[in-house]
C-alpha cells in the first residue's frame, strides 16, 4: 500500500510540478503527516526532491527527472486499455495518435500485464450511443477541438430550437464533452452549453482568450445535468392508471374502487406529455391539467371518428373486406341490385 502511495506522490509531482504538503495529502486521502514521512522515504531512495518554505513553498522534482512506468498493477494496466475509445479519438482526429500510444504502452508493459491488457482489448468494446439514436453529423468536431487546446475563438452560426433558429455566436471554447454519443461544447462567456452538431457554420478567428483559472469542466457539467434534469420535468400531470399500468416517476399513489390507482407525474410539457400518455392507450386517463385532458380528448375524437365506421360498414372500405368471426379478414359480400 505505501509502495503505491509512494509512486502516486512521485507521478504527481512529475506531473503538476510544485505542490504542497497540504494538497499532496488532499490528493492521496492522508494525513500531512504522512505526506512528511513519505517525501522522507523517496529523499532517502535516492529521488531528488526539494522543499520550499514559504507561502508559496512546496515540493517539487529537480528539473527534468522523470521516472519510469513502474508500479503499474493489472487492474491499472486493464483500466489503462478499457479506458481507451477508438470512437471519439478517430472523431476528434487523434484515432492515429492513441493507437500509437497504446502500442508503446503496451511495448512499455511486463508480459504478465500484457497479458492482461490484450485480454480487455479482446474481451471488451464500449459502444456509448444508444440503439434508437442516430449518429450525429459533426464535420466541425476537430475544429472545435483544436479551439479549445489552442484557446481560439471561434464565429459560429448556430442553429437552436426556438425562433430565431439560426443565430451568430462567438464562443469561447472552454471544454468539450461526449455524452450518449453526442458531442458538446461548453463555451464563454457564461458559460453556456452548445451542441456541436447544431454548428451550421464555423470560422476561427485570430482572437485568443483566457480560460478562467477556476473552471472545472467535470463539476460544471455536473451541475448542468442536474439543472437540465429539474428544468425538465416542471409541471405536473394527476392521471388515472388501469390495473397493470405504471409510468415511470410516479408518485402519491392513491387505489380507487373501479381499482384504478391515481397518481402525480411529473411532465416537461403539455405537448411531450400528450405524446408520452397517448402510448398507453385505454390504460390511462387524464385528469389535470386541464389543456392536456383536452388536448387528448381531441386526438381521441379525431381518431374515433377516423376509424369509428370501420363496425358499422363491414371493415375498411378501401379493400372491401370486413372482420371475420374468427378474428381474421374476410371479403365482403357484393351489393344487390334494387
Do not use: C
Not at 425538465?232 to 394527476?238: D, F, K, S, T
Amino acid at each position: 500500500m505505501k509502495s503505491s502511495r509512494l509512486v502516486s506522490l512521485l507521478l504527481l509531482l512529475q506531473t503538476r510540478g510544485r505542490m504542497t504538503a497540504a494538497q499532496l495529502a488532499e490528493e492521496l486521502e492522508v494525513s500531512v503527516r504522512t505526506v512528511y514521512r513519505d517525501v522522507e522515504a523517496l529523499s532517502a531512495a535516492g529521488v531528488p526532491l526539494y522543499g520550499d518554505a514559504g507561502h508559496a513553498g512546496g515540493y517539487r522534482l529537480l528539473d527534468g527527472y522523470r521516472t519510469r512506468l513502474t508500479g503499474l498493477t493489472a487492474g491499472e494496466a486493464e483500466a489503462l486499455f478499457l479506458a481507451g475509445a477508438p470512437g471519439p479519438a478517430a472523431q476528434l482526429g487523434l484515432g492515429s495518435v492513441l493507437a500509437a500510444a497504446q502500442l508503446k504502452v503496451r511495448a512499455a508493459l511486463p508480459p504478465e500485464l500484457r497479458v492482461h491488457a490484450d485480454r480487455i482489448s479482446d474481451r471488451f468494446h464500449l459502444d456509448a450511443p444508444g440503439w434508437y439514436a442516430d449518429a450525429d453529423e459533426t464535420p466541425h468536431l476537430p475544429a472545435v477541438a483544436d479551439a479549445v487546446w489552442n484557446s481560439r475563438v471561434l464565429h459560429v452560426l448556430y442553429r437552436r430550437w426556438r425562433e430565431p433558429t439560426d443565430v451568430e455566436r462567438r464562443l469561447e471554447p472552454y471544454g468539450l464533452v461526449l455524452k450518449a454519443g453526442r458531442w458538446y461544447v461548453v463555451a464563454g462567456p457564461g458559460p453556456r452549453t452548445y451542441r456541436v452538431d447544431q454548428i451550421l457554420r464555423l470560422a476561427v478567428g485570430e482572437e485568443e482568450f483566457t480560460r478562467p483559472d477556476d473552471f472545472d469542466l467535470a463539476a460544471y457539467w455536473t451541475a448542468y445535468q442536474r439543472g437540465f434534469h429539474d428544468r425538465l420535468h416542471r409541471a405536473q400531470a394527476v392521471v388515472r392508471l388501469a390495473p397493470g399500468v405504471t409510468l415511470d416517476r410516479a408518485a402519491g399513489h392513491r387505489r380507487e374502487q373501479d381499482g384504478w390507482i391515481r397518481v402525480t407525474v411529473p411532465i416537461e410539457s403539455v405537448d411531450h406529455a400528450h405524446a408520452e400518455f397517448l402510448r398507453l392507450g385505454t390504460g390511462i386517463e387524464v385528469l389535470q391539467p386541464p389543456e392536456l385532458r383536452e388536448r387528448i380528448a381531441r386526438t381521441a375524437a379525431e381518431l374515433a371518428e377516423r376509424y369509428g365506421n370501420f363496425g358499422a360498414h363491414g371493415g375498411d372500405r378501401g379493400n372491401g373486406t370486413r372482420p371475420s368471426s374468427r378474428g381474421g379478414m374476410s371479403r365482403a359480400a357484393p351489393a344487390q341490385a334494387p
